[in-house]
């Protein structure tokens, strides 16, 4: 199985900070990483998907960047309604993985 | 706009088989273009993909569920349904139905970008 280790953790930054999340695969994937926002008790929604293009409907402060191995989710100006967890997901292969998500909480 | 809905029993006991449906609307299942995914997530956790059919009724799982799982396809009824035999406590999980693009020109590859809302499993005697 390919491994996606995400970090960090969780986070904890003002509104209007930068921030940015990682997400590392044990081998390459080319472009093929999604990510996704889970707000409490609800299902994941798609952000980003192909590592960098935006999915309809999704504000233009995240973007994404990344091929290979390594790949970053970045929020350019935190908002409230952010405050959400994030994952990352491959799926250049069988069984698509998950990263272990990332908190993102406001200071 | 497409929509999935999850349904099935709230409860079940270590031993027994765990039973989940999945309704489709606004998209028909045999249009034949995704991979239509069961995905859990244990309480508190990350995300586990558990599998997936087509149209076709082809199937893929994840090793990590040592052949429990099965996923199937009722296209008169537009639902995809999984099955978990041998159920323990380390079952209990949400479990998410959700929607991937056959063609990576759409979504690329394995994007999920429609989810169900979620069911509760919780597997206690």
């Known amino acids: 199985d390919i491994q996606v280790t995400q970090s960090p953790s969780s986070v904890s930054a003002s509104v209007g900070d930068r921030v940015t999340i990682t997400c590392r695969a044990s081998?390459?994937?080319?472009?093929?990483l999604a990510w996704y926002q889970q707000k409490a008790g609800k299902a994941p929604e798609l952000l980003i998907y192909?590592?960098?293009t935006l999915h309809s409907g999704v504000p233009s402060r995240f973007s994404g960047t990344g091929s290979g191995t390594d790949f970053t989710l970045t929020i350019s100006s935190l908002q409230p309604e952010d405050v959400a967890t994030y994952f990352c997901q491959q799926g250049n292969d069988f069984p698509w993985t998950f990263g272990q998500g990332t908190r993102v909480e406001i200071k | 706009q497409v929509q999935l809905q999850e349904s099935g029993p709230g409860l079940v006991k270590p031993s027994q088989s765990l039973s989940l449906t999945c309704t489709v609307s606004?998209?028909?299942?045999?249009?034949?273009?995704?991979?239509w995914s069961w995905i859990r997530q244990h309480p508190g956790k990350g995300l586990e993909w558990i599998g997936y059919?087509?149209?076709?009724?082809?199937?893929h799982y994840n090793p990590s569920l040592t052949s429990r799982a099965s996923i199937s396809v009722d296209r008169s009824k537009n639902q995809l349904s999984l099955m978990l035999t041998s159920v323990t406590a380390a079952d209990t999980a949400v479990y998410y139905c959700?929607?991937?693009?056959?063609?990576?020109?759409?979504?690329?590859?394995?994007?999920?970008?429609?989810w169900g809302q979620g069911s509760l499993v919780t597997v206690s005697s």
């Open positions: 959700a929607r991937a693009s056959l063609n990576v020109d759409d979504y690329g590859a394995g994007s999920l970008v429609f």
């Open positions: 606004g998209d028909s299942i045999s249009s034949g273009d995704h991979y």
């Open positions: 192909a590592a960098s």
């Open positions: 081998e390459g994937i080319s472009n093929w």
């Open positions: 059919v087509k149209y076709s009724g082809a199937t």
